[in-house]
């Protein structure tokens, strides 16, 4: 998701329903960001990357396009 922290939106309150949350949170993705989390969910998760190419901006964006920069923050790289 984008950079900026969002505070009292509905995907983060726990009252409401998981439908509701998820919902919300699908509705304020980019397309780029959902395609990026299935890019993660298939290839097993940003643990299965190793560090090379987790440092790597240029290989990064070449693999997830402008998510890239959600997995660098994910990856505390």
């Known amino acids: 998701m984008a950079s900026k922290i969002v ?13 509701a949350r998820v919902k919300d949170l699908l509705a304020r993705m ?3 960001e959902k ?7 298939w290839n097993g998760g940003i643990d299965d990357f190793n560090n ?4 790597d901006p240029q ?5 997830f396009g402008k998510s890239a920069n959600s997995y660098i ?4 790289h």
Do not use: R
Request: glycine letters at 6%; zero cysteines.
């Open 7 to 19: 505070k009292n939106v509905p995907y983060k309150n726990q009252k409401l329903p998981v439908s």
């Open 35 to 41: 395609i990026a989390q299935l890019m993660g969910l």
């Open 30 to 32: 980019t397309l780029e």
């Open 52 to 55: 090379e190419f987790l440092d």
């Open 73 to 76: 923050l994910l990856s505390g």
């Open 59 to 63: 290989k990064m964006e070449a693999a």
